[in-house]
């Protein structure tokens, strides 16, 4: 039988293997070469029969390639680098290398190598190949219709995609972790192929996904034994991701994962160490399945002995001092043994933690190594040696930027707080990726820092931040209705603008962009009114220093409503033309954080036949030449639109000149008149409006206002934002009085379509807008606006997704606020209350839009109840 099958190969194609490669084929084809080399050698000692000699040098007469494939004849022979004419070793590496290199594209289900004659020393091959076959389609059942091309996408099972072994296990893997993630524990995928038969010469298949998710695998309870000095209660609740069933809760389901049990497995011990219990271990786990289908698990413990902190001594260490290193650990002689918490202020991992792993790395010392040792236990009580290498200090030595395409380098560059030379400094890194984050240029999400050629020897690394660029133009195209006729809007804001290049046609791709200044263009028009805006500024002045300039120039005009035509009437108009002035400039105490700003504004306010009872004068002007100073600190990270750390607050004070001191005008005579007047006689009313004009001729006033906001990230996913206001708007002069510009309106979504007298608009959801107007002790109101606000609002935000394209979060809220016109009105705790849900959406071609819905609480004046529900639409700001 041996004889007659090794006659059979010689006469079909002498059938002899060159290659053996045992250790780089796969399993299948390897085991087919072993039983064909077997064969062969069994016949060679039968028949004594060799058409080569091992080892033996031949030349290639040819190459020819045969079996199911579409790639031409002469590819294939050229990527296998076999050539005629080539010298080669039988079997040898160079046949070898070929098949490995066939392999290697990927391509192929099947691949041999065959000496098909030999004529003295000249060797003919013949490739013998079959391609893997190409994705026809594929079905997924198992999962609703909206899952499908999701799971298509994340797979790569896309149309034309080579099907291997490979690919229907990584599938199946990845659909069984994602499923038993989401607490279907029992999940079980099944992939098979089908030969697709048609014209087409192509090797293809059709598959067919089976997915049987079971039922959600539920924990009826978490039984642990063992433990006398902590409790159930507590153990379980260090358990943050496996919790048994419990219907009250709603933020963690009850669901059983695995990899999480294990992770919780280790918060469990961690409650122990943090207990002073050093050596708590799990003696046994078990799962046990109910009748209900829901399981049960079982943990054994035990707990060991208490123990205490004893003596602490440093060693090693030469820049800090042990007091020093001793403030940073706070742990006294005597204190329970916790040895969560002495990991933590050796090294927590989160950049900001005053521990010593940051303070060492904060002056240099990036190869410093520190190992807490044990080196007593007695009764208890443990002594540590804190055992330091600090290492050599580490300087930057090259910095670089790569993704940066359309923002120039020196824009990136001039924020860098890692420069060339300079000592290294963990703080200067982390601020860095925050800063560049926060001039959205860049997806903030993106940006990674990365060391280079670190050489611990040299004390040198080499620095690389990447960033991906994103949209930092926006425009803003809408049309409305609202106020009583058709709104239109035109914005345009580009955030990273060249002016420089302005003249340069080059430079318009379609804007000359990159040197980070800001230029925006708004027009906003309806038949009652319309507005014009021009506002520019220069961050870095100079170039040589964070001072931005500023400057803004606007025109706004309002027509009266006709009652008669219902239409407006352009013979009555207030008019507001504006222009302002402004430099910022970074502080360097109390820190850097802290931004110093001036700017000096002038509005003239023009009324033209405008009577309203706004104001008792219906012809005349007002000019408004004002000072502003603030004070801000801003130490938010990382992402500008969705910061999960850090504090913004600012406090700003807007004044006018103390006209009344040097004009030469009796005010408080003024005044008096004024009150003996009779608004209702026309000659009075006349009059009234004459000492109107007098008094708010030149605006005297000044204003202050306060806002405060704060980000903690309570979890990976949710982060928690208060935020406090207040605002006061006051007279220098009381005969003079408060005027009735610049005021609050507090009450709905916070825009403002126009500033018709320059008014402020305070947000406050649950309430129409500017409805929440100041009540006096007599219980009357007024539509003149506040002179004195506050406002509490507390936000929960989820990130929905924050990639570059779109940032998406929702958020619910709590929020309270009211209006007052005197400190004598004032009362912080009588608030107008609500609360509610909403989405934040932001793209970079237009902003952020949103979307809230808000439930009053308190009723507005001539309500009885509570005010019910609002809906509010969020165009273009961030709250």
């Excluded at 050229?78 to 070793?89: D, N």
């Excluded at 709603?250 to 207990?275: P, W």
């Excluded at 802290?594 to 012809?619: E, K, M, R, V």
Aim: aromatic residues 12%; proline residues 3%; glycine residues 8%.
């Amino acid at each position: 039988m041996k004889l007659l099958l090794n006659i059979k190969k010689e006469k079909d194609d002498l059938g002899k293997l060159v290659n053996n490669l045992a250790n780089k084929l796969p399993i299948k084809t390897y085991i087919k070469q072993c039983i064909a080399l077997f064969v062969v050698a069994i016949s060679f000692n039968v028949t004594a029969q060799n058409p080569y000699d091992t080892g033996k040098k031949y030349t290639i007469g040819g190459v020819s390639v045969s079996g199911n494939t579409t790639f031409n004849e002469q590819t294939i022979v050229a990527y296998s680098r076999l050539s005629k004419g080539q010298e080669i070793t039988i079997p040898g590496e160079e046949t070898s290398n070929a098949i490995k290199k066939l392999w290697d594209s990927k391509l192929f289900s099947d691949i041999d190598i065959y000496v098909t004659k030999i004529e003295d020393n000249v060797a003919y091959l013949e490739i013998r190949l079959s391609d893997l076959p190409q994705l026809n389609e594929v079905k997924i059942n198992g999962v609703k219709k909206g899952k499908i091309e999701a799971i298509i996408k994340e797979n790569k099972l896309e149309k034309g995609t080579k099907v291997t072994e490979n690919l229907k296990a990584t599938t199946k893997n990845y659909l069984t972790t994602k499923y038993q993630k989401e607490g279907f524990y029992n999940t079980k995928v099944n992939i098979n192929t089908a030969e697709v038969k048609d014209s087409l010469q192509i090797a293809r298949v059709n598959m067919v996904v089976n997915i049987d998710k079971g039922k959600k695998v539920k924990i009826k309870d978490i039984v642990i034994t063992g433990n006398d000095s902590l409790s159930d209660k507590k153990l379980r609740k260090s358990m943050k991701k496996t919790k048994q069933i419990n219907p009250i809760r709603f933020l963690k389901r009850s669901k059983y994962v695995e990899k999480d049990y294990e992770e919780d497995l280790t918060k469990l011990i961690d409650a122990y160490k943090e207990n002073g219990f050093r050596d708590a271990r799990v003696l046994s786990d078990s799962l046990i399945v109910n009748d209900d289908k829901t399981i049960s698990l079982h943990i054994n413990l035990e707990e060991g002995e208490r123990y205490k902190f004893g003596d602490i001594t440093f060693i090693g260490n030469t820049y800090y001092t042990n007091e020093q290193l001793s403030r940073f650990m706070r742990i006294n002689k005597g204190d329970t043994y916790n040895g969560v918490l002495l990991q933590k202020r050796i090294e927590d991992g989160n950049p900001d933690a005053d521990d010593i792993a940051n303070a060492y790395q904060n002056f240099g010392y990036l190869f410093s190594k520190i190992d807490p040792v044990e080196v007593s236990a007695d009764n208890n009580v443990i002594d540590l040696e804190i055992r330091i290498i600090e290492g050599k200090q580490a300087y930057f030595n090259n910095v670089s930027v790569i993704g940066n395409d359309k923002t120039n380098d020196h824009v990136i560059y001039r924020m860098l707080r890692t420069l060339p030379g300079k000592l290294y400094s963990k703080a200067d890194v982390v601020r860095t990726v925050r800063e560049l984050g926060q001039l959205g240029f860049f997806d903030a999400q993106e940006i990674k820092p990365d060391f280079e050629n670190v050489n611990p020897n040299e004390g040198t690394i080499d620095m690389v931040y990447t960033v991906k660029e994103t949209g930092s133009s926006q425009i803003e195209l809408q049309g409305g209705y609202g106020g009583g006729g058709f709104i239109g809007t035109l914005g345009l804001s580009f955030n990273n603008f060249s002016i420089k290049d302005i003249f340069n046609k080059d430079a318009y791709k379609p804007i000359p962009m990159g040197d980070g200044q800001k230029l925006a263009l708004r027009l906003q028009a309806s038949q009652f009114f319309q507005t014009y805006s021009f506002s520019f500024s220069e961050p870095w002045l100079g170039g040589k220093r964070p001072m931005q300039f500023s400057t803004s120039i606007s025109q706004t005009k309002q027509f009266l409503f006709n009652p008669m035509t219902r239409r407006a009437d352009k013979t009555q108009s207030f008019n507001i033309t504006g222009i302002s002035v402004g430099l910022a400039r970074r502080l360097s105490v109390p820190d850097d954080y802290f931004t110093l700003s001036q700017a000096l504004s002038f509005q003239i306010y023009d009324l033209n036949n405008y009577n309203t009872g706004l104001f008792t004068f219906g012809n005349g002007t007002a000019k408004n030449l004002a000072y502003t100073i603030g004070l801000s600190r801003d130490d938010t990270n990382v992402d500008p639109i969705f910061p999960t750390g850090g504090s913004r607050f600012s406090i700003t004070t807007k004044l006018s000149l103390p006209y009344s001191l040097f004009d030469g005008v009796d005010y408080k005579a003024l005044s008096n008149e004024y009150d003996l007047l009779d608004k209702s006689n026309p000659t009075d009313f006349a009059r009234a409006g004459e000492i109107d004009q007098e008094r708010y001729k030149w605006l005297e006033f000044y204003k202050v206002n306060f806002k405060g906001e704060w980000f903690t990230q309570i979890t990976k996913n949710l982060v928690l934002r208060p935020n406090v206001e207040f605002g006061f708007l006051g007279a220098y002069n009381n005969d003079r009085g408060v005027i009735p510009f610049e005021r609050y309106f507090v009450g709905g979504d916070g825009l403002a379509n126009f500033a018709m007298d320059g008014r402020e608009v305070i947000q406050l959801r649950g309430y129409p807008n500017q409805s929440i107007q100041p009540i006096d002790r007599d219980g009357n109101t007024t539509n003149d606006g506040a002179t004195i606000y506050n406002k509490f609002s507390l936000e929960l935000r989820y990130p929905i997704t924050l990639k570059a394209s779109a940032k998406i979060y929702a958020l619910a809220f709590m929020e309270a606020g009211s209006a007052f016109n005197s400190f004598r009105d004032y009362n912080p705790f009588n608030l107008y209350r609500s609360a509610g849900l909403g989405v934040r959406i932001f793209m970079p071609a237009f902003g952020l839009l949103g979307i809230d819905f808000g439930h009053g609480f308190d009723p507005l004046v001539g309500e009885t109840g509570n005010h019910g529900w609002e809906t509010h639409f969020i165009i273009g700001q961030q709250f």
